[in-house]
């Protein structure tokens, strides 16, 4: 099999192109990253010098796969019409932002109902991609990964029949896929502690989505038990998942080529990434398949800020 793309989310203090800095620093090969300020709902003009840098040192540090998540702000699913509007805006706006960087695939959190029900909230966020694809079709190569979520409240997105039902609505179903999280689809009820859970859940991601269609894997142990639809990430190995799950992903031929990125805790340093990445390494049945800034781990203290 071939190597893996393991990496974490990454700081962009100080330029976009930053967070490639801080992955390569720690042997990553993959990361993800904002490309604006994720709490604010419209960011600067994307520095064209910063593109510049970002498309010189990514080959430049190893870093084979970048992915963007889009501002946590963006609820296309909401039945009020101020608040659809400006995620609209938004998420077209993300998909720009990434293609300027020539980044591939952009992470979103499907939305939330908020009280108009399930049908009425999937046939909203379809209806906002339609438009937002109309609007950017400079942008077709740039891919919207809908994410697997836990399903809190009247978050969508709890299922992978709910994410076929979501892009069974979009006109161009190329520029749609999926991002997996593991505390997620964990805390939504699919069993990764054994290989029975495991591979009904594979099943069924096959039978509704696709397994060609999951173009991302967020790596995240759970402090909430299984079928909790609580949305709480904690270190690899110390949460309700256990090893057992991430071995199971990792070691899956299916998953080749599939990045799988850390969204778990951590501070100002990156020495719970390199901690957490160790962890997943020691995972691995192949030792040939770590990447190989990952085959003898770094100093955190040493990264950037």
């Not at 997996?180 to 689809?185: G, N, Y």
Request: proline share 4%.
């Amino acid at each position: 099999m071939s190597t893996l793309l393991l990496g974490a989310h990454m700081s962009i203090a100080g330029g976009v192109s930053r967070a490639l800095d801080r992955a390569a620093s720690i042997g990553s090969n993959a990361v993800q990253l904002f490309t604006k300020n994720n709490r604010q709902w419209s960011g600067p003009p994307v520095d064209e010098a910063d593109v510049a840098r970002w498309h010189a040192e990514m080959p430049a540090l190893g870093i084979e796969y970048a992915v963007s998540h889009a501002s946590y702000l963006i609820n296309l699913a909401s039945p009020n019409p101020a608040i659809w509007e400006r995620s609209v805006d938004a998420h077209a706006d993300e998909l720009r932002r990434a293609h300027a960087y020539a980044i591939r695939h952009v992470v979103l959190h499907p939305g939330a109902h908020t009280g108009s029900g399930e049908e009425a909230g999937i046939a909203r966020i379809a209806e906002a991609l339609n438009r937002i694809h109309a609007e950017t079709s400079e942008c077709a190569a740039t891919v919207t990964l809908l994410e697997a979520m836990a399903g809190q409240g009247s978050t969508l997105g709890a299922t992978f029949g709910q994410l076929r039902r979501i892009i069974e609505q979009v006109a161009e179903q190329e520029r749609v896929a999926v991002c997996a999280d593991t505390c997620h689809v964990f805390a939504a009820g699919y069993d990764l502690r054994s290989d029975e859970g495991y591979a009904a859940m594979m099943d069924e991601i096959e039978r509704e989505v696709g397994l060609t269609r999951v173009r991302c894997w967020h790596f995240n142990d759970s402090k909430g038990a299984l079928g909790s639809r609580v949305d709480r990430h904690t270190h690899i190995g110390e949460g309700e998942i256990g090893a057992g799950g991430f071995h199971r992903i990792l070691n899956d031929s299916r998953w080749q080529g599939i990045a799988m990125l850390l969204e778990t805790p951590k501070g100002e340093e990156l020495a719970d990434d390199v901690r957490n990445l160790a962890r997943l390494c020691e995972l691995v049945d192949d030792p040939a398949r770590i990447p190989p800034g990952l085959r003898t781990p770094p100093h955190a203290g040493q990264s950037p800020h």
